[in-house]
């Protein structure tokens, strides 16, 4: 049965997602990794493919932007399409000395000003974590890439691209935060409600201190090749 969001029918969907934001990034991935990757809904221009990564089925869907955008599909997936995994393939911007343009953040926190820290349980802020096994396996799979730059940490999940508060970015700067993107926070509320997993790589597209090599869109559609291996590892670890 289909949702309000997606029109796959039930085995139409992996149990293992990998989730980009931009919908073209999805496209790309789908038909540079997947094998055999087949279209299985359209819903909104949000495109599912669903094919096999080294012979275990795995799907590619994007999430849109944003933690409404992302909750919806999130939810949808695991709650009605049996998906046990999501790992996000996503872009953000540098927000730490440590991080370069064209490294890798691997999440493993995602601090937020989105409201669903204080929905779920009245008078706390809850933590958004990545699934443990899911990072073990992106951080096994890192170890093996001799060419890729990859950082572990938390990020900043904002619902303002351009709403950059400097005394918001050096508050969580000095608290290690790597970067900032828009929709860890929702993918990783949306797997603890749901009994499930999910982690999100980022590419970093550019820097909010030194904006000298920060990529075009184009690049930001393209250049995702060591997020993509180190997701797809995850999900298959
Ligand atoms: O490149 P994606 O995965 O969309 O991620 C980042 O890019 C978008 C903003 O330009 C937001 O979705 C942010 O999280
Ligand atoms: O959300 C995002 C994504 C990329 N770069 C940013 O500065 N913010």
Known sequence: MAT??????????????????????????????LEGAELVSDVRGIGCWTGTWQGTPMSVMASGMGVP?????????????????????????????????GDTIVATAAHTNASLSTLFVPGISLSWTASYPLLR????????????????????????????????????AKYGTLGVEMESAGLY?????????????????????????????????TLYANSVRIAAAALLA
């Open 69 to 101: 955008s992302v909750s919806i599909y999130a939810t949808e997936l695991f709650r009605f399409y049996g998906v046990q995994r999501i790992v996000r393939v996503g872009t953000c911007g540098g927000m730490s000395d440590k991080v370069a343009v």
């Open 137 to 172: 396996g992106a951080m096994d799979a890192a170890a093996t890439l001799t060419d890729a730059t990859v950082h572990t940490g938390p990020v900043y999940c904002s619902d303002h691209f351009y709403f950059a508060n400097p005394d918001i970015i050096g508050g969580l």
């Open 4 to 33: 309000p969001h997606i029109a796959a029918e039930p085995g139409q969907i992996a149990p293992l997602v990998l989730m980009p934001g931009d919908p073209k990034r999805a496209a790309r991935i789908a038909a540079e990794h």
């Open 189 to 221: 509320a949306c797997a603890a409600a749901e009994g499930g997993e999910a982690l999100t790589v980022l590419t970093v597209s550019d820097h909010l201190f030194d904006g000298s090599q920060d990529m075009t869109s184009e690049q930001r559609e």
